[in-house]
Structures are given as C-alpha cells and as structure tokens.
C-alpha cells in the first residue's frame, strides 16, 4: 500500500489549483488560517474532518450550508484516503481540490443548484475524475453568473462594513476562505 500523502503537502497543492480554477472567473481565493483571519472580513470558513463517522452522509465527500453562506466542512479522510471512490485515477490533491471549488462554488452561489458538468455536477463519474487529472474543471456559464451574483454582495457588505482600508481587496473580488487545522 502506498504512503498516505502529507496532508500539510496535500492541502497546500489542492489550495493552488482551487486558486487557479476560480482565477478563470476573475475571482482570487485568498487562503488564511483560522487564527489569523479577521471575522469582519466575512471569510468562508473550512473545516477538515479526519474521523467521519461511517453514517454521516455516507456518499458525499463534503457539505456545505450555501444558504448560511459560510461554512464548509470537506471529508478529508474519505477524500484523500478513500482513492477508491475515484477508481485511483486522481491524485488526492487534485480531487481534494474539486471538493472544495464544489462547496466553495456553493457557498458563493447561495444556492444547491447542480451543472451539467464541470466543478458543479452533483456526482463525478470516472470520466470526470479522468479529466480533472489532467486538467481542472471548469464552471459553466450559468455557475459563472450565479457566482458573480453572490460575490457582489459579499463584497458590498465587506465595504459597508470596513470602508477604505480594504478598498483594494474588494476591486479585485477577492474572496477570502479561512481554513481550520485538520480536526474531527
Ligand atoms: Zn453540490
């Protein structure tokens, strides 16, 4: 049996390619650890779990409460040490990230709508898995829009609450995610 991946190794990699999947559509994902990242800054906040037990959602890899609009908790172990769910043709990371750009894609929407295909599709196949290896997924056009849609308020909130100081991170619609340490 392989070495279970560095999930420090793992977690930054997937950080990378979440930040180049919503680079496409204009939007820069800025990553802090929990206990530096201000409230104020309305950052949405992931959890890890490490020990999922069997019977909480037993198929889903992650959730998250797009309606709440700020927390995500990602499956970690079932993610990263369950590569049968992807038939082994995708590295952890690379799915890791699909999971979160999923739920962080949510989040950003407001709503549990599903695409077609892409990042947003409610259930990857092994053809999606296949692809996402080779290249990350993409949002559809329609994803595009509903993120953009949900951006502008955040970032409306974010200036009305903060003024001047942040003027620069909100033109560039920086969307900040805060990520826990890896607990239960
Ligand atoms: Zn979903």
Known sequence: MERAPDPLLTITRAQLIVGGIFDRIGIEVVWHELAHCQGEKQPIVVTLSLMTPRDQLPYALAYS????????????????????????????????????????????????????????KARWNYRDYYEMARKPLGFSDLDIRLIQNGVAPRVERLRASRGSIYENLLSSQKVLIRSGPVVN
Not at 76 to 103: F, I, K, M, W
Not at 104 to 110: A, K, R
């Open 65 to 120: 409460q797009p309606f709440e609009g700020v927390h995500i908790r990602v499956f970690y172990d079932r993610v990263v040490y369950d590569q049968p769910v992807t038939g082994g043709v995708c590295p952890p990371q690379v799915l890791l990230a699909h999971v979160l750009a999923h739920e962080i894609g949510h989040v950003l929407q407001g709503t549990d709508q599903h695409a077609e295909r892409g990042v947003m």
